[in-house]
C-alpha cells in the first residue's frame, strides 16, 4: 500500500492463534518505509505478539500500547534497533503509562525516546543522514 511517499507493509499479527481474547495481541503491525526511512508500527501488539513476527531494523518505533508494561519490549528493542522511539500517550492519563519498566527499556535501548505528552505532536521526516523529528 502507498500513502504520499511512504510505502506500506502489513507484517503482524503474528501466528495462528485464537481469534478470541486480548484484542490488543490482534492489532495490526506495518513496517513504512519513505526516502530511505523506515518505521515500525505496531499499534497495540505488545512484546508477546510480535515475538513470532520477523522485525526488521528501523529508524522509528512507535512504541506499543502507549508505552504499557510489556516483558518483551526488550526483545522487540534488540529486534529493530530504533533509533527514535515514540511514545503517543496522553498527559495525565489514568493507566500511568508510559510504565517505568518500559522508559527503562527505552533508555537502555539507546534510542532517542520522544513523548506526545511531554511534546505534544511530533513528527518524523527525511533528513540528511537520517531522521530530523520536529514538534508539532
Not at 511512504?6 to 503482524?12: E, K, L, M, N, P
Not at 513504512?32 to 528501523?58: C, F, M, N, Q, Y
Not at 528493542?77 to 527514535?84: E, I, N, R, S, Y
Not at 511531554?118 to 514538534?135: F, T
Amino acid at each position: 500500500m502507498r500513502a504520499g511517499p511512504w510505502s506500506a507493509r502489513v507484517i503482524g499479527p503474528g501466528g495462528d492463534g485464537p481469534a478470541h481474547g486480548d484484542a490488543n495481541h490482534r492489532s495490526l503491525v506495518v513496517h513504512a518505509t519513505a526516502h530511505g526511512l523506515s518505521a515500525l508500527l505496531p499499534g497495540d501488539a505488545e512484546g508477546p505478539a510480535l515475538a513470532g513476527v520477523p522485525l526488521p531494523r528501523v529508524d522509528l518505533l512507535q512504541v506499543p500500547h502507549h508505552g504499557s508494561e510489556d516483558s518483551g519490549l526488550p526483545a522487540v528493542l534488540g529486534q529493530a534497533d530504533p533509533v527514535v522511539a515514540l511514545v503517543s500517550v496522553g498527559r495525565g492519563n489514568a493507566y500511568g503509562h508510559p510504565r517505568p519498566a518500559t522508559l527503562a527499556a527505552l533508555a537502555a535501548s539507546g534510542a532517542r525516546v520522544l513523548r506526545t505528552d511531554r511534546g505534544g505532536d511530533i513528527d518524523g521526516a527525511p533528513g540528511h543522514g537520517g531522521i530530523v523529528v520536529s514538534r508539532g
